[in-house]
């Protein structure tokens, strides 16, 4: 990765381990936004360069796995890194608070290339015996290390952060039409301790971890035993991710 943020621009896709990228125009979408935000001139049909990169890849796979997708602007190329899916993926989290790391401009809030800080804090909350970071400004939740964090509160509202500063998630996407049919509002807010101390649930979603139901922040309990909202949202991303209109096979990108 590289060291500056306006080296590069990314994401990490759900990969099957051959040429089939799941939600793969939202990527593409979101890639170019970030790209735009970051003064990042991507290469005409980078659509088709990602596929070519994918399907020239060495390493091939039986099973789904994430796969970074980075355009290096220093160097003019888009480079590809896949690992394993997290062992911890739809289930419950315990989470801890740390102060958000803001960059000047439209940085933040964008898949840039100085993406250490991210790294940081899922490996300090790990240091401290939890799951997961979430990244906090002005009391606010900002964002998770590696996942949107939405608030479900006790009137069945969802709530997600309205911040510039936190990063467009995929998972957040695909699931706005779960949460209309399952007749729950979806709502930009401030997700400060308030909204937080009346949650019935708070959930951290992503690419990589899926749907996850946060216990614990900073050791204190949060939501209620009872809501089922995140059980619901699972059984959603499974049958999206189990239907094939929503894998794109790059052969067709790549030829």
Request: hydrophobic share 40%; glycine share 6%.
């Amino acid at each position: 990765m590289a060291k500056k943020p306006r080296d590069a621009v990314f994401t990490t896709a759900l990969w099957d381990g051959n040429s089939k990228i799941a939600d793969f125009e939202k990527h593409l979408e979101r890639l170019a936004k970030h790209a735009e935000r970051l003064r990042i001139t991507l290469p005409e049909s980078f659509d088709q360069l990602i596929g070519q990169a994918i399907i020239d890849m060495d390493e091939k796979y039986d099973d789904n796995r994430l796969l970074n997708i980075t355009f290096d602007c220093v160097e003019g190329v888009f480079l590809t890194k896949s690992r394993d899916l997290p062992k911890l993926r739809n289930c419950n989290l315990d989470s801890m608070t740390i102060p958000m790391k803001k960059w000047l401009g439209q940085v933040t809030g964008t898949k840039h290339g100085d993406w250490q800080f991210y790294l940081d804090a899922k490996d300090l909350a790990e240091q401290n015996g939890v799951d997961i970071a979430l990244l906090i400004d002005d009391y606010c939740i900002i964002d998770g290390d590696r996942a949107a964090i939405v608030v479900i509160d006790e009137d069945g509202v969802a709530y997600f952060s309205e911040s510039i500063q936190s990063v467009q998630g995929i998972t957040l996407d695909v699931l706005k039409i779960g949460f209309a049919e399952m007749g729950i509002p979806l709502i930009k807010a401030k997700l400060n301790e308030r909204l937080v101390a009346r949650s019935s649930e708070v959930l951290a979603l992503g690419t990589g971890i899926g749907c996850c139901k946060i216990l614990t922040i900073d050791g204190e309990e949060v939501g209620q035993d009872n809501s089922t909202i995140s059980s619901m949202l699972q059984a959603y991303l499974a049958q999206h991710y189990s239907n094939t209109d929503n894998w794109t096979d790059l052969c067709e990108y790549s030829k």
